[in-house]
């Protein structure tokens, strides 16, 4: 069976991609905000950051998809899926190896930052290797979330800034922190739908351990948590206070509350959009953080 590129593309979950490129996107643009503290910021290398955090992402996407598939934790019966595999179109065997050549593709690129930058890349790096192929294994035992937190907020963040500085900026963990709440949101949602499945698939996420009401108690507390955290950013000099314009975003982060409060184990469908709807309210978040950071330094 011929596969287009779009397929190929479909196959990596794009409209997940926020996830990655966020983080390093906030992280850009806070440096961008204390440029005056530095000797010296590429903002090239940046961007290539942001790329190779995306193709991170699309890595981890593809290979997990395929272990969802081999451990029947996809089913055709399954919602919200990446119906290429469950419905035939890609063999599983694809979606390994276009996974494979992602990790490769990005490492590479990771080794030429780390020659640019330093050494301290490497140990970054391998966390991010590390978590991209064996994510799944981790949400097999309710680890995915944290995981999750720390790679798609602080490692990420601290990665993109020292490629640009070379040097380790660990405020940037702190900045990271609401918009990796977001993130873990992203999964959580996902996982939350998935009870049901998951539970016959025999694996355990968070979202099991909690179950129902514990699951929608965190997706709140989350969502909640990434104002509050640019609230306190904010009080302690890290952000401007223009960032709190990330406030108007509130009614994207209600609404998606409102349809988290919904959800019901043996009714996935409430809360079959979720995740994609949690994956906008990051790319929103983040860009109005972003930009609030970009047009402090002429205030």
């Known amino acids: 069976m011929s596969h287009t590129a779009k397929d190929w593309i479909l196959l990596t979950r794009p409209w997940s991609f926020p996830a990655s490129a966020m983080p390093a996107i906030v992280a850009i643009s806070y440096l961008f905000f204390r440029q005056s503290e530095f000797v ?6 940046g961007l290539l950051a942001v790329l190779g955090a995306v193709i991170f992402q699309a890595s981890g996407n593809s290979t997990s998809d395929y272990f969802d598939f081999k451990y029947n934790v ?45 050494w301290n890349l490497a140990w970054i790096g391998a966390i991010g290797v590390l978590g991209a192929f064996f994510y799944c294994k981790l949400k097999y ?10 790679i798609y907020g602080p ?26 709440f977001l993130v873990v949101n992203i999964l959580h949602a996902n996982n939350t739908r998935d009870i049901r499945d998951d ?6 996420t968070q979202a099991i351990l909690l179950g129902e009401k514990g699951s929608i108690i965190q997706y ?11 609230a306190f950013l904010v009080a302690f000099g890290l952000f401007h206070p223009l960032t709190l314009s990330v406030f108007i975003t509130m009614p994207i982060t209600l609404k998606n509350i409102k349809q ?11 809360i079959n959009n979720l995740d994609e709807n949690s994956a906008k309210l990051v790319m929103v978040f983040s860009i109005i953080l972003s930009l609030s950071n970009f047009a402090a330094v002429w205030l």
């Open 40 to 45: 010296s910021i590429n903002w090239y290398y």
């Open 199 to 204: 539970r016959k698939a025999n694996i355990k």
């Open 220 to 230: 709140i507390v989350l969502a909640i948590g990434a104002y509050i955290g640019v």
């Open 74 to 118: 996809d089913t055709k019966e399954s919602l919200g899926t990446n119906r290429l595999l469950v419905d035939g179109i890609f063999p599983a065997v694809y979606a390994l190896r276009l996974g494979l050549s992602l990790l490769l593709i990005g490492s590479l690129l990771g080794v030429f930052l780390m020659l640019h930058s330093g």
């Open 260 to 270: 988290m409060r919904t959800a019901k184990i043996e009714k996935p469908e409430l």
């Open 155 to 180: 490692l990420i963040g601290l990665g993109t800034a020292f490629v640009m500085t070379g040097e380790l900026i660990w405020t940037v963990v702190l900045i990271t922190i609401p918009v990796a």
């Open 141 to 150: 035992i309710a680890l995915g979330d944290l995981l999750i937190f720390i």
